[in-house]
């Protein structure tokens, strides 16, 4: 049994920075050389950062990544090294008239050269995936590449996610084992399906198979590392940390050589001494769901303010859960001392909404502001008189209230040179009760695809470490609950239908079919389809749900389809009474 | 010569408006059999509306879509009806992992059937368009289709825009004429590429080309009509309004009849009676360019209105020209009685701004309010004074009172039920200086991708018709120069830049060697890359220019990538003294 010791670096993702991922993948390339590696792989666009969008439009961009390549194969030495960055391409036409001169590739490094390049072959062009957009496909699925004494095929991330695709290819022109490089994100159900859908390429192909993914966030997204590598049954031997970089070296024993195709491509021909494989070390132990969405929050958070040059945070404190477990996230993003929470209470707020607000931000050791609001009410409220005269006082005074805490909020953010953060989450979001400005305004909005029953979960997991998040505010009643009153259903009957009908893109007939209530169902669907422009003036988040709210789901601004007229979809009253 | 007599509806385009689609393509219908026609060509997705994004994955909305084309075809009579619907194909891998069942299709509908599918091939999937995400790719680019004694070949769209795509198998296939689907979005250059690309298309295959497009706004993009007849030289011999819905109907000489290959199918096999072409009935006149981009910018407003279910909107009035530019489209797009203009002068603003917006006012016919902003900032301007201690009181006063604005006005469109229009332009967003939150703050900022100099010949162009527009607005300076002072250039610099850098994708060394000064033009780059995310959080507006800020230009948020130093990206001093 041959035997290829493969060592992975689960890089930082870094769009753009051209400098410092080369810099990086050098580091892992002398560290690869000292721990004996015959092949080292990084991660899908690890050179360029993932996922680059428009940038490959970018004739400076693409010329400066083709130097970066050079100069790290300039530093090869005899280690293999597979690097993910882009390539140009002659043009090519595919599934429109545009020509695209780009490709997604994996250089192979040797030797001081480059002595391979791979093109992706399937271009992910759904969810917040556009690469169909900005790439042209390869077109060598089959080709592998022969490194000393074994055949190797090298994949890129979708390529292995097709029951018939290039890992298939590679296997039948001779592929002894599959080296995979990915740019693979996160969202609540992915490191299972990732670790059953690498298992089942390895088991059907029967080649032992090395995953190797990068971490950090980019815009909306979180990647999660989670470095896997499987024999050729399919089965995991090692796990790598997720959410952190990381490095890992691993023998691999690699199939029996079989027929080789003339697509087998030389990178050197040197063959090692026979070795017989060294155990994996042991995996680092899982993390549980709800910890891997409160890092993935919390790396989405710092990720996000450092790409937007900013380092500190300002969010409003109400007392209630929403702001408390995004002041959390951020204390832990950013470090409480850069963080501060303003409290702006009018005569008519309970006073233990400030109460609680003081005491979360103590706990958390974040600054804390206090920014009366009634001044700034009277003020505008006798400004905006004339205008508004007849509208009903309590209605506008609710709106004006919030959105002049957004205007307070965004106006200390910017003075302060720092990072608004909002504070709404999907459930109001996908309803519509999100206020537009107000408890939607700021830069970033953290918890923007955490379902309210996800957030009290959330508080409760974070508090296991120090009880930051105040128990009244935990058991305190929703004050959106409060202010909507008797036409809307509760947390625990909106979340599984806006689950199903956003994140699974179920249709009535399938969600009640799940045992829910027809009318309930169909006022809530409604909802969620009314409240869509309303949505397109938020601001990014941190996705951790198979459907966010953004570049996930895009549907048209128009009040033309709806599956339901207004009378069918009138929610049932739940019986109770009007709040005073 | 074999005659064929074409009628087109130019049909406004509403998305998912499924019954209101049918009734407008069954009157066309009863209209085209009144006039003899042999064929009606209605635009692409003329039943569903485009584009409609992921409503592709509704299957509530795809089963509808179904039905209301079988409901059609029942009406259908003698006269062959072409009308663009989607359709569903057995499921279809392409360029990833993700089947696709559902294709843009056009469907022939003759004697109460269902006759054939046609399924567009090339689906556009760059700027603004999606197809490759949501679509299955057609699989017959050379299905031809009999229509009586006429081969006909049919394309929708983008089919056309290949130099070997649809129309050159169609051709080869025996078609002896082209009949195009199109929903065709404005840009300023469009229908002059229009006509180009068709006429290439016609006279390279020797065939006359029959071009419907369809009419009328969809969140940022609007769809002007302009449909077209050409013979087989190229040559155009009929062209219809713009913006506006209509029918036309032009006996078109049909190629002679070449060899007919294995892919034609039979709608019906009646053949008509011998007759002789009439001639085409006159062309109305083109409309300049000025009045196309005015045309949309004002349907865009309007029917972005109608979709969001506002028929009024609200804006402030600042004197300057940028708004009141945006106050005239939304008079002309809502009616000058469905339009509020407030006014939010301080003790501070120079007494001639308040005139001239209240001018502007009366002479649009809009209502005009008046909210002094001193109370309010006083109040605010208290009630931060601990968290701003110790910055410069005239910068956070600035963007305070900016936000101010915005949040007054959003406060009062919300408790009117209007629309909040934003008056930010093009130039301004590109270099990072409109506010986020002030002059950004609304539902939709109708010119926001008019750069600042298109805004001055767009006000002389509207003031032709009625001088609505004061002459002072026109004349005084642009308060964002006196705001920054020395360290930008004018606007006759900048806009140049702008439109290199953003609408055409030049590089630097391109944008340089039209002449421009190195060290500007390297300034004004960096400042568009920097403000990238600040341009997340803006309202839609309408596109009218090949690139627009938006779906069209999907760039990263990253600080990592900057072609040049902050040393080399030093704006170069104007020479003027800061203003006091």
């Not at 992915?190 to 966030?217: D, F, I, M």
């Amino acid at each position: 049994m041959s035997v290829l010791r493969v060592a992975g670096a689960q890089l930082p993702n870094a769009v753009g920075d051209l400098s410092g991922n080369r810099e990086r993948a050098l580091d892992a390339m002398r560290w690869a050389e000292t721990v004996g590696a015959d092949v080292l792989l990084l991660p899908e666009l690890a050179l360029t950062g993932y996922p680059l969008e428009d940038l490959t439009h970018r004739l400076d961009f693409v010329e400066a990544a083709k130097g970066a390549l050079q100069a790290l194969a300039a530093e090869a030495g005899a280690v293999t090294t597979i690097v993910g960055t882009i390539d140009t391409v002659p043009p090519r036409k595919s599934w429109d008239t545009r020509p695209r001169e780009i490709a997604n590739a994996a250089a192979l490094l040797c030797d001081g050269e480059i002595r391979g390049i791979y093109h992706k072959v399937l271009l992910p062009t759904y969810g917040v995936f556009d690469e169909a957009r900005n790439f042209a496909p390869g077109t060598e699925p089959g080709a592998v590449w022969r490194i000393g004494a074994t055949l190797a095929g090298v994949c890129v991330c979708e390529d292995i996610w097709s029951s018939d695709g290039p890992p298939e290819a590679q296997a039948s022109a001779g592929a002894q084992v599959l080296l995979v490089l990915n740019a693979s994100l996160f969202y609540r159900a992915k490191p299972e399906r990732r670790l059953a859908l690498a298992g089942s390429v390895a088991q059907r192909n029967g080649l032992p198979l090395v995953y190797v993914n990068c971490v950090g966030g980019q815009g909306e997204l979180v990647f999660d590392g989670g470095s896997l590598v499987l024999d050729r049954t399919g089965e995991p031997r090692f796990r790598v940390d997720q959410f952190e970089p990381t490095r890992f070296c691993v023998d691999v024993e690699v199939a029996t050589p079989r027929p080789v195709s003339s697509s087998a491509r030389t990178v050197h021909a040197r063959i090692g001494p026979e070795r017989s494989a060294l155990p994996a070390p042991p995996s680092p132990p899982q993390l549980d769901e709800l910890e891997q969405v409160w890092r993935a929050l919390v790396m989405g958070t710092r990720d996000f303010a450092r790409r937007a040059g900013r380092d500190a945070a300002v969010l409003g404190l109400s007392g209630g859960i929403d702001a408390a477990v995004t002041a959390a996230i951020a204390a832990d993003a950013l470090g409480p001392e850069r963080v501060l929470g303003v409290a702006m209470p009018t005569a008519r707020s309970p006073a233990r909404d400030l109460t609680d607000a003081r005491r979360l931000a103590e706990r958390l050791g974040i600054g804390f502001e206090v920014v009366a609001m009634d001044p700034i009410m009277s003020a505008l409220g006798g400004a905006l008189a004339p205008l508004l005269e007849g509208r009903p006082a309590g209605e506008v005074r609710h709106d004006l209230l919030a959105r002049m805490r957004g205007a307070t909020l965004l106006a200390t953010s910017e003075a302060l040179g720092q990072l608004a953060l909002a504070s709404g989450n999907k459930t109001e979001l996908s309803i519509g009760s999100a206020t537009l400005h107000g408890d939607m305004a700021g830069d970033f909005a953290p918890v923007k695809d955490c379902p309210k029953t996800l957030l009290y979960r959330l508080a409760r997991h974070r508090n296991a470490r120090d009880a930051a998040i105040p128990e009244e505010i935990l058991s305190k009643p929703p004050s959106a609950l409060l202010d909507e009153g008797a036409n809307r259903p509760p947390y625990d009957v909106l979340d599984p239908i806006v689950e199903r009908y956003v994140e699974d893109g179920k249709g009535f007939e399938e969600i009640v079919c799940a045992g829910l209530d027809p009318a309930v169902v169909r006022g809530v669907l409604q909802l969620i389809d009314d409240a869509e422009p309303q949505r397109r003036l938020i601001p990014p988040g941190v996705k951790v749900s198979d459907r966010a709210f953004g570049k996930d789901l895009r549907m048209p601004i128009s009040n033309a389809w709806r599956p339901f007229s207004a009378e069918e979809a009138r929610l049932v009253p739940r019986g109770e009474p009007d709040p005073p």
